[in-house]
């Protein structure tokens, strides 16, 4: 006997889904009902994405994460262009990096990683740090802390001084 996906599960959600849209033909209402509660927002999955920012790949190198959600009149633009949603993220968050003013050339951070994100509450980020002109909306999760930029100063390489060995 195998297992049951969990109900929160894409498969056991579009099962749900044709199952309540049969019931709906079904009962007369027809292929207009199901476009109807198909593009109900409450019912369609956001596009989320993680972007993470760092200056170095030490586990504690000082890190800025933020969590894109691309908007799904902004998927259905890129899948035409055939355009990644990764590209699209990446220039979200590149705005938003540049307008959280960590673009200085003391503090340049390279992409670490561009992944799909999960979000089980997205509510709960509270109001987006970014509102794209495309309807794309960018949060930060993590910045780097004044004490973590004060010591990422001292791991950075020095100067040689002239005469010296090494």
Same mark, same amino acid.
């Given at each position: +006997? =195998?297992?049951?996906?969990?109900?929160? *599960?894409?498969? /056991?959600?579009?099962?749900?889904?044709? =199952?309540?849209?049969? %019931?709906? #033909?079904?009962?007369?209402?027809?292929? &207009?009902?199901?476009?109807? +509660? @198909?593009?109900?927002?409450?019912? !369609?999955?956001? !596009?989320? +994405?993680? &972007?993470?920012? *760092?200056? =170095?790949?030490?586990? $504690?190198?000082?890190?800025?994460?933020?969590? &894109?959600?691309?908007?799904?009149?902004?998927?259905?633009? @890129?899948?035409?262009?055939?355009?990644?949603?990764?590209? /699209?993220?990446?220039?979200?968050? *590149?705005?938003?990096? $540049?307008?959280? /003013?960590? $673009?200085?050339?003391?503090?340049q951070m390279g992409l &670490?990683?561009?992944?799909?994100?999960?979000?089980?509450?997205?509510?709960?980020?509270?109001?987006?740090?970014?509102? !794209?002109?495309?309807?794309?909306?960018?949060?930060?999760?993590? %910045?780097?802390?004044? !004490?973590?930029?004060? @010591?990422?100063?001292?791991? #950075?390489? %020095?100067?040689?001084?002239?005469? *010296?060995?090494?």
């Amino acid at each position: +006997m =195998g297992m049951l996906a969990p109900p929160w *599960s894409p498969r /056991r959600i579009r099962t749900s889904l044709i =199952g309540i849209s049969n %019931r709906i #033909q079904a009962a007369g209402c027809g292929s &207009v009902a199901r476009e109807v +509660m @198909l593009d109900d927002p409450r019912l !369609t999955m956001p !596009t989320l +994405m993680r &972007v993470e920012f *760092s200056r =170095g790949l030490r586990p $504690n190198s000082p890190r800025f994460v933020l969590v &894109v959600e691309i908007s799904d009149s902004a998927v259905a633009e @890129l899948n035409a262009g055939k355009i990644s949603l990764e590209k /699209r993220a990446y220039e979200i968050a *590149s705005e938003m990096r $540049n307008a959280d /003013r960590l $673009n200085k050339p003391e503090s340049q951070m390279g992409l &670490v990683s561009c992944t799909k994100a999960k979000v089980k509450n997205l509510e709960a980020l509270g109001e987006p740090a970014l509102l !794209t002109h495309d309807a794309c909306r960018a949060w930060v999760i993590k %910045r780097p802390s004044p !004490t973590e930029e004060a @010591l990422d100063k001292g791991w #950075q390489s %020095r100067s040689k001084s002239p005469g *010296s060995n090494g």
